[in-house]
C-alpha cells in the first residue's frame, strides 16, 4: 500500500499477511503395534505399544503435540501421555498394566488454537504368557458299552 500526500507518494509499506486457523480435526482412531503379555515368573509385566497420526485436517495451522488417554475396563479417561509439545511423538509404549484388564486409547490433537476433539479409541486386551502345560499322561479309555 502507498500513500499520497501534496508531497508525493510514501514507499509501499510492508506486507501484511492475516492467517486463519481454527482448532485441528480428531485424529483417527490409534493403531495397535506391539503387545506383549509378559513373564509373572521374572516381574515383567504385559505392555500395549500403540501409534497414531496427526489428523487430516489441521485446519491452518500445524500440529504442535497430542494427549493420549487411557481408560481401563471400560472406565473413565484419564491422560496417559502428554505429548502436548511434541508433534513428533506419534508412538508410545504403555507399560506396567495388568493382565487380563482391557484398556481403551484415544487421542487429541494440539495447533496453536486449541485442542481438537479426541478421536475414536481402540480396544486391546492386556494378557500374559500361559504357564508350562503339565505332562501329559498316557492312559487308556475304555469306550461306554451300552
Not at 89 to 107: E, H, P
Amino acid at each position: 500500500m502507498k500513500v499520497e500526500n501534496i508531497i508525493g507518494l510514501s514507499p509501499y509499506s510492508d506486507i501484511l499477511s492475516v492467517h486463519y486457523a481454527e482448532k485441528p480435526d480428531a485424529p483417527l482412531v490409534p493403531k495397535y503395534v506391539a503387545r506383549s503379555g509378559g513373564d509373572l515368573t521374572i516381574d515383567l509385566s504385559p505392555y500395549i505399544t500403540i501409534e497414531w497420526e496427526a489428523p487430516f485436517e489441521t485446519n491452518g495451522a500445524p500440529i504442535l503435540g497430542f494427549l493420549v488417554q487411557m481408560s481401563i475396563n471400560s472406565g473413565d479417561f484419564a491422560v496417559a501421555l502428554d505429548a502436548s509439545s511434541n508433534p513428533n511423538q506419534k508412538t508410545f509404549k504403555f507399560q506396567g498394566l495388568i493382565a487380563g484388564q482391557s484398556y481403551r486409547f484415544r487421542v487429541a490433537a494440539r495447533n496453536v488454537k486449541g485442542w481438537s476433539p479426541y478421536g475414536p479409541s481402540i480396544t486391546i486386551l492386556a494378557a500374559t504368557m500361559p504357564p508350562k502345560m503339565k505332562p501329559l499322561t498316557i492312559g487308556t479309555i475304555t469306550p461306554n458299552e451300552d
